[in-house]
Each structure stands twice: as C-alpha cells, then as structure tokens.
C-alpha cells in the first residue's frame, strides 16, 4: 500500500543504548522530516532531507543522527539515548511546494 | 522572530458551536500558513492552508481568517461536531526554511 509508513510503533530501551527509528514513503517525495512532538511543545523539527545524501539540522538535532542513502527512506538513529528524549517521534514526507507534510504513524518511545 | 504563538491551549465547546483557534506571528517574510488536525493516536494531516495574498479561505465549515497588518491567523470551526475533536496546530513557513509550528490547541466538542 502507498503511504509512510513508521517502525518500530512503539519502543521502550535503557539510557545509554543506541536506537533507529525507521521511517519509509512509496510516494517518491523529495523531502522527508523527523518531527518529536512533547506536550506543550507541540512538533519540534529534528533533522530533514531534501533528497537523497542531503540532510540538515531542525530545531533540535542533539543527539540524533539521520542518513538518506535512498529517497524513500530515512532512519533516525539516537546514538546515546537519553530520558530526556522519551517521546512521540513523527516522519513525515512532502513534496516541498505547497508544503504539505504527509505524516506517518508515529513511534512512541520511552527511555528508562 | 521565527515563533508561532497559538491560543489556547484547550478549548471545550459546544455542539454547533463555533471553534476558534488564533495564532501569532512576528516574521512578515512568512509566505504560508497551514493549519494540521491530529487525532489520538495519529500523525497531524493537513487541513486548511492560505497564503498572505488572501484574507479569508473556507473550505466547508473550516475557515482561515488572515490577518497580515496584525500578523494574526485563526481556524473557525462552524457547526462544531464531536468528530472535530482533536489537537489542531498552526505553522507558518520562511521563505527558505521548514515550517515553524505552534504548540497546538486540543479541541473538545461536547455532545
């Protein structure tokens, strides 16, 4: 089925450890974007990717690591996981004009 | 300067009643404002958008009220029904840059 789809759906692991969120689209969207969303912060922007081998820093890349060898994939990878990154965490894909944003299911993740 | 401020936070209204959802902006060079509804357990989708070139979009009994001397966007929800509710959230988008988000308003219509 077309669409973006997330995995793991939920994720629970101990600080310290390292953890890869997947995230895959079939529509061939250029842009991709890795959103967490915290009560009260709404959607913080992570990283994103206009294509292929291009990636850039959001509003709170610390901690987290992305690649984009194929345009429907992009992985999100917390190197260290720490409590403080416990969280729901969105991809999302778009074409990048008009710009909507095609979210997937969303991973929620707990760092004990 | 790249903020979106949106209010409120919650907001209970009433069958049939209208829904409204204000945002704050201070960057003028912000060229797009979407408004994304999310259902628990969902991720956001995108709802109604307008561009700073119109005052007004409507798209059933969802409206864009755009303001661009106040640098203030709203989301009315006419005939509020129970399957609105959800979190609705603002963005708005730099010329060169992702959207910035607002905090989001989650919304309950109550039967």
């Known amino acids: 089925d077309a669409g973006i789809t997330q995995s793991p759906r939920y994720k629970i692991t101990e600080t310290g450890r390292q953890v890869t969120l997947m995230c895959h689209q079939t529509w061939s969207h250029s842009y991709m974007f890795w959103y967490r969303q915290d009560l009260g912060h709404g959607l913080r922007l992570i990283y994103y990717?206009?294509?292929?081998?291009?990636?850039d820093k959001g509003e709170v890349p610390d901690g987290y690591v992305v690649s984009r060898s194929k345009t429907e994939n992009f992985p999100l990878t917390l190197e260290s996981a720490t409590r403080s990154q416990t969280s729901v965490y969105f991809c999302?894909?778009?074409?990048?004009?008009?710009?909507?944003?095609?979210f997937g299911p969303g991973t929620r993740l707990t760092v004990l | 300067q790249q903020q979106v401020k949106q209010s409120p936070q919650s907001l209970i209204v009433q069958k049939g009643g209208i829904s409204i959802i204000n945002c704050a902006y201070e960057?003028?060079?912000?060229?797009?404002f979407p408004w994304y509804q999310q259902f628990p357990g969902k991720g956001p989708a995108l709802l109604i958008a307008?561009?700073?070139d119109v005052s007004e979009k409507k798209e059933g009994r969802f409206t864009i009220s755009f303001n661009k001397s106040a640098k203030q966007f709203s989301l009315h929800i006419m005939d509020s029904q129970p399957g609105d509710s959800a979190t609705y959230f603002c963005a708005a988008r730099p010329p060169i840059y992702q959207l910035i988000w607002g905090a989001g308003t989650k919304l309950i219509i109550k039967p």
């Open positions: 960057n003028t060079a912000f060229d797009y």
């Open positions: 990717s206009a294509a292929a081998d291009i990636t």
């Open positions: 999302a894909s778009g074409t990048g004009w008009p710009d909507t944003q095609y």
């Open positions: 307008i561009r700073p």
